[in-house]
């Protein structure tokens, strides 16, 4: 049997008054590092198969603060029937705000078919650092079949649009030198700050592998491709400290 839930965090300067769980998508209150508050995405039963319908939503208000990871990997696994699973993932960012959006990576198993779409809405002053790791396969297996979409407003203007479609069924080339060069970790990273505004980064290299590109906008795009998920974190994490060298901003 197929599965329906929704998750959804509000983050205010008071803490969290809204903290909901839902089916496999459990939520936990953890310990923030810094000012603001922190949740921890537990997966509270296997989850998403094929038909599954799930969704995070997470509104951080004006002046707050939120910090959300995972407790592990997502695994995405073949289901009861041929149709796919979905997870959407749907976030938004008052005036002055900030969102730190770092789950654990996504494993598209041998046999699954998940597409994710990620849609975010920034006020003008809001800054947004978010991370997106997907993993082609478990350890010595094929990929599953996954299509992700990263969707990004600023001011109610369009900032970022891109897709990837990669594993069986994916459109041809998936897997050439043109897109993942017969990688199978692949991630990007998008931080958001109007600093960039005064002070934008420049294109830069982060070795064969991955780039940072400055959008038209104030914000900057790493991608990255790697041979396994602890290289592709490593990247990702050096691209961290070159594009938001204070993680507290």
Avoid: F
Wanted: glycine residues 10%.
């Amino acid at each position: 049997m197929s599965i329906e839930a929704t998750a959804r965090i509000v983050a205010d300067r008071t803490g969290l008054p809204v903290l909901v769980g839902d089916g496999p998508l459990a939520l936990r209150r953890t310990r923030a590092t810094g000012a603001g508050s922190k949740v921890t995405l537990v997966g509270a039963m296997s989850a998403p198969l094929g038909g599954d319908r799930l969704a995070v939503e997470a509104e951080v208000c004006e002046g707050a603060r939120l910090t959300v990871n995972s407790a592990a990997a997502t695994i995405a696994l073949p289901g009861p029937t041929a149709e796919h699973a979905r997870y959407d993932v749907i976030l938004k960012a008052g005036e002055g705000a900030v969102l730190h959006w770092l789950p654990e990576q996504l494993v598209a198993a041998r046999g699954s078919l998940l597409h994710l779409r990620t849609r975010v809405e920034l006020a003008p002053t809001a800054r947004l650092v978010l991370r997106e790791e997907q993993i082609l396969g478990r350890h010595g297996e094929d990929p599953g079949t996954l299509v992700t979409r990263l969707t990004v407003h600023r001011a109610g203007r369009p900032l970022l649009d891109t897709e990837l479609a990669c594993g069986p069924g994916a459109p041809g080339g998936w897997d050439g030198p043109a897109v993942l060069a017969g990688h199978r970790a692949v991630g990007q990273l998008l931080v958001v700050d109007p600093a960039y505004e005064e002070k934008p980064l420049e294109p830069l290299l982060l070795g064969p592998t991955a780039a940072l590109a400055p959008l038209a906008g104030p914000a900057v795009l790493v991608t990255a491709v790697a041979t396994d998920a602890r290289e592709l974190r490593r990247l990702l994490d050096d691209a961290l400290a070159v594009a938001a060298p204070d993680p507290h901003r």
